[in-house]
């Protein structure tokens, strides 16, 4: 049950935070002086955390899915083997992320 709430949840707020990254990027890319709204919202290191910790927990979940429809059995096994190899992931993105930015 909670992989279920938790994908649609991951999906809307993904459709949110990847609809502001794009919309603030045109500004970004324009000469002129940039909105300081814009600059904000785009590089805004929880906007990207947020990003990257939802894109790996929802991708992964999603594989799971995949793979209970296929026919695997093990649910809790393939739970706790997912979420284990997403928070290791997560933590290795958001430590490039953090090395490479700050």
Same mark, same amino acid.
């Given at each position: 049950?909670?992989?279920?709430?938790?994908?649609?949840?991951?999906? #809307?707020?993904?459709?949110?935070?990847?609809?502001?990254?794009?919309?603030?990027?045109?500004?970004?890319?324009?000469?002129?002086?940039?909105?300081?709204?814009?600059?904000?919202?785009?590089?805004?290191?929880?906007?990207?955390?947020?990003?990257?910790?939802?894109?790996?927990?929802?991708? $992964?979940?999603?594989?799971?899915?995949?793979?209970?429809? #296929?026919? %695997?059995?093990?649910?809790?096994?393939?739970?706790?083997?997912?979420?284990?190899? %997403?928070?290791?992931?997560? %933590? %290795? $993105? #958001?430590?490039?992320?953090?090395?490479?930015?700050?």
């Amino acid at each position: 049950m909670f992989i279920w709430v938790f994908h649609r949840v991951s999906g #809307l707020l993904l459709i949110v935070l990847l609809s502001l990254k794009f919309f603030t990027s045109f500004f970004m890319m324009t000469k002129d002086k940039k909105p300081d709204w814009a600059i904000v919202l785009h590089t805004n290191p929880l906007t990207d955390t947020l990003l990257i910790v939802l894109v790996v927990f929802h991708g $992964l979940y999603g594989l799971r899915t995949i793979l209970m429809d #296929l026919g %695997a059995r093990r649910e809790k096994l393939l739970f706790w083997v997912f979420t284990g190899l %997403a928070v290791v992931l997560t %933590a %290795a $993105l #958001l430590t490039i992320y953090y090395t490479r930015n700050y």
